[in-house]
């Protein structure tokens, strides 16, 4: 299994109080992203980076930050949550997304619930 | 834009018995097609790839083929096991060089003994 360490693995917040999700891996990947799961949603996509200081927005960006100043980490921060981002959080990584056929490898997640 | 479109769950089977879930997609050019499952509690694990016209992933039992006349890339397995129920995802490679992936909404599988 790719090293993939997500934290907190759960996380119960106020509205309006910032939250930050962190993602760690070992395997010195260059791209790591952000995904929510919903139901009726399926995953999707908040933001990526595609190396140290290298962000990208998603499909569901608004209201959501991120951050990748070590390769190893990627942070996803609500800078202040609201009951809409109450959801599942997983962060992956890819070795080489250029290919296109390159597959994604999980973390276990991250669940969120704000109050 | 690209886009999967997966059967709705839950889909409820004996153990023993033949799976089909759907998958069907919208894509410029040749995407990848990925089968990811989610046991309860967990990520997702890459199940099966294709990754052009006509492959066949395979794996564990489970298999789908790439089919580009009809853009489908339905999973089936003759036999599940109890073992096997668990979310089940259908994804593409969304082309250019970010590499994420789309997602279909998922199929929830029960299969009972």
């Known amino acids: 299994d790719a090293g993939i360490t997500q934290s907190p693995r759960h996380k119960v917040t106020e509205t309006g109080t910032p939250v930050t999700l962190r993602c760690h891996q070992t395997e010195n990947h260059r791209y790591m992203y952000w995904y929510r799961q919903d139901p009726g949603h399926g995953l999707r996509l908040i933001h990526y980076?595609?190396?140290?200081?290298?962000?990208d927005k998603g499909e569901v960006s608004d209201g959501y930050s991120v951050s990748r100043s070590k390769t190893e980490d990627f942070l996803l921060t609500l800078e202040s949550a609201t009951s809409s981002q109450t959801s599942v959080y997983f962060c992956?990584?890819?070795?080489?997304?250029?290919?296109?056929?390159?597959?994604?490898?999980f973390g276990n997640g991250t669940r969120l619930t704000v109050t | 834009g690209d886009s999967v479109t997966q059967m709705e769950g839950p889909v409820t089977l004996s153990e023993e018995a033949f799976l089909t879930i759907n998958c069907t997609y919208t894509?410029?050019?040749?995407?990848?097609l990925f089968w990811y499952v989610q046991y309860p509690g967990e990520g997702l694990q890459l199940l099966l790839k294709?990754?052009?016209?006509?492959d066949k992933g395979s794996n564990k039992g489970f298999e789908a083929t790439y089919r580009k006349e009809t853009t489908s890339f339905h999973l089936e397995k003759g036999s599940v096991q109890v073992s096997d129920s668990a979310v089940y995802f259908c994804a593409l490679s969304a082309g250019g060089s970010q590499g994420n992936l789309i997602f279909g909404k998922g199929t929830k599988l029960s299969v009972k003994p």
């Open positions: 294709a990754t052009k016209a006509d």
């Open positions: 980076s595609y190396g140290v200081k290298d962000t």
């Open positions: 992956a990584i890819s070795a080489f997304p250029g290919q296109g056929n390159s597959p994604l490898h």
């Open positions: 894509a410029t050019g040749y995407p990848s």
